[in-house]
T-cell receptor, first 117, second 114 residues
Framework: NAGVTQTPKFRVLKTGQSMTLLCAQD?????MYWYRQDPGMGLRLIHY???????AKGEVPDGYNVSRLKKQNFLLGLESAAPSQTSVYFC????????????????FGPGTRLTVL | AQSVTQPDIHITVSEGASLELRCNYS??????LFWYVQSPGQGLQLLLK??????LVQGIKGFEAEFKRSQSSFNLRKPSVHWSDAAEYFC????????????FGAGTTVTVRA
């Protein structure tokens, strides 16, 4: 199993450009999440999904859109990139069974480092 | 709302010495608590988690954490630090009732000196 993978690993954009970050998981997890990591702020939740075809806003959703057309993929879009969106983006997934154990734990991808000039 | 505070931004410890990282959380019900570690340029790796039961939990790499409800704390400890433990450590809180969304602390950077 590859676990959670993210594409691309690095990207540089100019202000106003658009892009899509792809997250893929091969663990058949229901829940998927997008976070951004900024120095001194930990990770903050952007959007998440509790199943195929569903999305919901997190703590910092403005300027981002997401889609979950397939269970294994979760896309994060920036329609018009701004320098404030320079960050490291992490995707995570979890299987929520309602029973504590190896489920209910988020597994993270390696991250995408995005710079907006 | 759930939140996490990690009071120590940076800790320096000598190799072989003990380490304790503090974590305080705020959540109305019984939380799920996690410690993750992030090495430079890497993603987050789960060290350990607490859901219920025994309040002292063992994790990977020789780490353990103790859940203290009365103090709203979930401190991480390691008896003897190795140079490879230099990394950033994040405490996180989540709940089933909140779609398992995690709230992270700002992180504690650990430096290990020889």
């Amino acid at each position: 199993n590859a676990g959670v993978t993210q594409t691309p690993k690095f990207r540089v954009l100019k202000t106003g450009q658009s892009m899509t970050l792809l997250c893929a998981q091969d663990m058949n997890h229901e829940y998927m999440y997008w976070y951004r990591q900024d120095p001194g702020m930990g990770l903050r939740l952007i959007h998440y999904s509790v199943g195929e075809g569903t999305t919901a806003k997190g703590e910092v959703p403005d300027g981002y859109n997401v889609s979950r057309l397939k269970k294994q993929n979760f896309l994060l879009g920036l329609e018009s990139a701004a320098p404030s969106q320079t960050s490291v983006y992490f995707c995570a997934s979890s299987q929520a069974s309602g029973l504590a154990g190896n489920t209910d734990t988020q597994y993270f991808g390696p991250g995408t480092r995005l710079t907006v000039l | 709302a759930q939140s996490v505070t990690q009071p120590d931004i940076h800790i320096t410890v000598s190799e072989g010495a003990s380490l304790e990282l503090r974590c305080n959380y705020s959540y109305g019900a019984t939380p799920y608590l996690f410690w993750y570690v992030q090495s430079p340029g890497q993603g987050l790796q789960l060290l350990l988690k607490y859901f219920s039961g025994d309040t002292l939990v063992q994790g990977i790499k020789g780490f353990e954490a103790e859940f203290k409800r009365s103090q709203s704390s979930f401190n991480l400890r390691k008896p003897s630090v190795h140079w490879s433990d230099a990394a950033e450590y994040f405490c996180a809180v989540g709940a089933r009732s909140n779609d398992y969304k995690l709230s992270f602390g700002a992180g504690t950077t650990v430096t290990v000196r020889a």
